[in-house]
């Protein structure tokens, strides 16, 4: 009976190395029958069975079962893991990974970004107000009459409860005066709407930065000095500022500001269509009547506000000559911005 059983156990042991080093499915099947099959070395050795004392069967039935399960095991065991190990042969290891576009940061918030970035080292702080206004925000408090052209159902967007789709950042400057005393030094980026005709220039949402500075003695010449730094610091030293006489009703003197064509360095082409200069926006000194409406005594402070059209900045940044293409979202457009891969 020892006999029997140190021969089942050493098949067991047999089989099981045997099993470890099958390296293929079928190589672990033919294990599996050569041990478990019908005329399988397992069975063969039970066949003796017969010829044991009643006393000595029970011993000899366990190391039976336990060598046929643990074979049975471990044959499950190998094939799962073969199994798994076929699909790992199916890839490639030495081909490159798969890339995926993480994406990037679109060239409007790249420019308000970098753009904010600069007024931050001058000493703006960042202001915020909401897309939809009311009218005494974004046209009484600003001095507009209300007959105003810009007040017009053409050129607004209003809600029907009387309230509008702000069209400037310009109301930020109100909401800023009105929850704090001077000195103020604040940029405001945002959305804006207006009723335009899409077109290479012109679209209803866009983008401004509006920039106030309000304190005791502020001037024009720091308005020219701050637009000239800002200049410098996004388009390059070669940049120049100039004023051009203009009308906001809510600045006095009011005016227009241009940067030398940073294209031809101001000598003439075809962006800055031969004149040298590329409009940005408007600017001025605050009128006393907008301080007037946030309390503020236009006796004893002054200050200049001006405002940014985004687009056109990243228009002239990027080399850009169709606004529209900022808001298609066509990832060919797109990925050209993509500094990161
Ligand atoms: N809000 C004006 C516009 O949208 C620009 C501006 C801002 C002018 C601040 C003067 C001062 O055209």
Redesign the pocket.
Same mark, same amino acid.
């Given at each position: 009976m020892s006999t029997l059983k140190s021969e089942l156990e050493s098949a067991l042991d047999n089989g099981l190395k045997e099993i470890e080093i099958a390296d293929d499915a079928k190589a672990v099947e033919e294990i599996r029958i050569k041990y478990l099959g019908k005329k399988g070395i397992v069975s063969q050795l039970l066949k003796s069975v017969g010829r044991l004392s009643p006393e000595e069967r029970p011993e000899i039935g366990k190391t039976a079962n336990l060598c046929k399960t643990s074979l049975a095991g471990a044959v499950e065991e190998k094939k799962k893991s073969l199994s798994s190990n076929t699909v790992d042969k199916s890839i490639d290891i030495s081909l490159p990974g798969r890339r995926r576009g993480i994406g990037s940061k679109h060239p409007v918030n790249q420019v308000i970004d970098d753009a904010v970035e600069i007024f931050r080292r001058l000493g703006f702080i960042v202001a915020d107000g909401p897309d939809i206004e009311d009218e005494f925000h974004n046209f009484d408090a600003l001095n507009t009459p209300a007959d105003h052209p810009s007040r017009d159902i053409q050129d607004t967007f209003y809600l029907p409860d009387g309230r509008l789709l702000r &069209? =400037? &950042? /310009?109301p930020v =400057?109100i909401r800023v005066m009105e929850s704090r005393k001077p000195p103020i030094r604040i940029v405001a980026p945002g959305r804006?709407y207006r009723r335009d005709t899409p077109d290479a220039t012109h679209s209803m949402n866009f983008h =401004?930065i509006?920039g106030l500075y309000v304190d005791k003695n502020v001037s024009l010449a720091e308005l020219k000095g701050t637009l000239l730094t800002f200049a410098h610091e996004m388009f390059g030293k070669d940049v120049n500022v100039r004023f051009r006489p203009h009308f !906001?009703p !809510? &600045?006095e003197p /009011?005016l227009e500001y241009d940067f030398s064509c940073v294209n031809c360095n101001g000598k003439g082409c075809s962006v800055c269509r031969q004149s040298g200069w590329l409009e940005i926006?408007? $600017? *001025?000194m605050v009128d006393p009547e907008v301080f007037k409406h946030v309390g503020c005594d236009p006796e004893e402070y002054t200050g200049y $506000? !001006? *405002?940014m059209g985004i687009e056109r900045l990243a228009m002239i940044r990027y080399k850009i000559n169709d606004i529209r293409l900022l808001y298609e979202n066509d990832v060919r457009f797109l990925r050209q911005f993509n500094y990161s891969t």
């Open positions: &069209t =400037q &950042t /310009s =400057q804006c =401004q509006e !906001f !809510f &600045t /009011s926006s408007g $600017a *001025g $506000a !001006f *405002g």
